[in-house]
C-alpha cells in the first residue's frame, strides 16, 4: 500500500466515523420529538421523510445521520 493509499483510508475512516446512522421505527410524535432535540443540539445532519410502515402498523420509520461529535 502506498502513503497515498494509506492517507486516503484513514482520511475515509475519520470522516465516517463523525457520524452515525440509523432508521428510527416509532409512533409519529415520537420521532418528531426525538428530531427536535437532535436538531436544537446539532448533532442532526439528515433525517429523511416519514415512511409508513404498511399494513395495520401506525408505527413510521425515518432515517437519521447524526454526528458523533
Do not use: C, K
Request: overall charge positive.
Amino acid at each position: 500500500m502506498t502513503t497515498r493509499e494509506r492517507t486516503y483510508a484513514r482520511a475515509n475512516q475519520q470522516r465516517a466515523a463523525q457520524y452515525t446512522e440509523l432508521w428510527v421505527i416509532g409512533r409519529p410524535e415520537d420521532i418528531a420529538a426525538m428530531v427536535q432535540v437532535a436538531s436544537a443540539s446539532g448533532r442532526l445532519v439528515f433525517v429523511s421523510a416519514p415512511q409508513p410502515m404498511g399494513g395495520d402498523d401506525t408505527r413510521h420509520r425515518r432515517y437519521l445521520r447524526l454526528r458523533t461529535r
